[in-house]
């Protein structure tokens, strides 16, 4: 089975900290995506990678950055938190280009910035 | 207007009942998605389809390409089918190349025993 791992499930931070969410997928999936999900909104695509060392914008990047260094880890970093940002973060990953494969999600890290 | 729309929002229902929760898109797609999110967050993929039906136990999915709908039946619920059901597609020009989606705000369902 596919495992996606989050490093942390719950996290609280202050406001202005630099703040990294990390994700680390087992299976060699190409494609791998970070969501921000609040309530009456489902989920938004922040940044997505479809290989190492290159990223794309998703739908809200403002406030966001990633890095894929290698293959198998997708970082999302805040470069300075504010209570906006205060939110599930969930990452996911699919194989394949171009990819007809469900996405495997991680568990969440419920993200708290005071 | 969301591409993505899903109805109801919010669902109670009896141990035992039929449930169907409904998920209607305006974008023209390669596949489409039905996933579950217990609470605590994590999300697992029940059934991705292009066409037709699917069946995996007492779950059923259903999609209409001409009229852009697809359907997620639930027989005989049962409480631990209490989840948030969220529908997803995948469109043919947003980043479908690298399998990007778009999301249904989700039904939140409940099933009392």
């Known amino acids: 089975d596919v495992k996606v791992t989050q490093s942390s499930r719950y996290l609280v931070k202050r406001t202005g900290e630099k703040v990294f969410l990390e994700c680390v997928q087992d299976m060699d999936h190409e494609n791998m995506f970070w969501y921000r999900q609040d309530p009456g909104l489902g989920l938004r695509l922040i940044y997505f990678?479809?290989?190492?060392?290159?990223?794309e914008k998703g739908d809200i990047p403002e406030g966001y950055s990633v890095s894929r260094e290698k293959k198998e880890r997708f970082s999302l970093i805040l470069e300075s938190a504010s209570t906006n940002q205060t939110s599930m973060y969930l990452c996911?990953?699919?194989?394949?280009?171009?990819?007809?494969?469900?996405?495997?999600f991680g568990d969440g890290t419920r993200l708290s910035i005071l | 207007k969301n591409e993505v729309e899903q109805s109801p929002q919010n669902l109670t229902a009896q141990e035992g009942e039929f449930i169907t929760i409904n998920c209607s898109y305006s974008v023209g797609i390669s596949a489409l998605h039905w996933l579950q999110q217990h609470p605590g967050g994590g999300i697992v993929s029940l059934f991705m389809l292009s066409s037709g039906k699917k069946k995996h136990g007492r779950l059923i999915a259903t999609i209409n390409i001409q009229e852009k709908h697809s359907s997620l039946h639930i027989t005989a619920s049962h409480p631990r089918d209490s989840a948030v059901y969220i529908c997803?597609?995948?469109?043919?020009?947003?980043?479908?190349?690298?399998?990007?989606?778009?999301f249904g705000k989700g039904t939140k369902l409940s099933v009392k025993p």
């Open positions: 996911a990953s699919t194989a394949g280009r171009p990819s007809n494969q469900p996405q495997h």
């Open positions: 997803a597609v995948r469109s043919m020009n947003y980043g479908g190349s690298q399998g990007n989606l778009i």
């Open positions: 990678s479809y290989d190492v060392k290159m990223k």
